[in-house]
Nanobody
Framework: QVQLVESGGGLVQAGGSLRLSCAAS????????MGWFRQAPGKEREFVAA???????????DYGDSVRGRFTISRDNAKNSLYLQMNSLKTEDTAVYYC??????????????????WGQGTQVTVSS
């Protein structure tokens, strides 16, 4: 019911920056809880960041420990888009990054199983 398309991945040197985008369609975007996850070869899917609801009244942002202070999640409801600004990239950030969405507001945003829809992923490769 929710279609998601990621873009913005690529190859960068350590210390550089990338901005990922996720375009959503099929549902009222402002009502969606949204998240970013990543998966490197041989590893489980890892929580990166999310924007969801608190008390059904406002958005809040949450970050994984490994990216807090370097990555920033944001959303533009007028454009039905979610963004992930990634700064000070490290080689360990190399992974396929996925955008995820759910219509639920009372969800555990760090858990992949809480999300109903997923994008196809965009590759981020950080070289040194």
């Amino acid at each position: 019911q929710v279609q998601l398309v990621e873009s913005g991945g690529g190859l960068v040197q350590a210390g550089g920056s990338l901005r990922l985008s996720c375009a959503a369609s099929g549902r009222t975007f402002s009502n969606l809880s949204m998240g970013w996850f990543r998966q490197a070869p041989g590893k489980e899917r890892e929580f990166v960041a999310a924007m969801s609801w608190i008390d059904n009244s406002r958005y809040y942002a949450d970050y994984g420990d490994s990216v807090r202070g370097r990555f920033t999640i944001s959303r533009d409801n007028a454009k039905n888009s979610l963004y992930l600004q990634m700064n000070s990239l490290k080689t360990e950030d190399t992974a396929v990054y996925y955008c995820a969405a759910t219509t639920g507001r009372n969800v555990a945003v760090r858990m992949p199983k809480q999300y109903d829809s997923w994008g196809q992923g965009t590759q981020v490769t950080v070289s040194s």
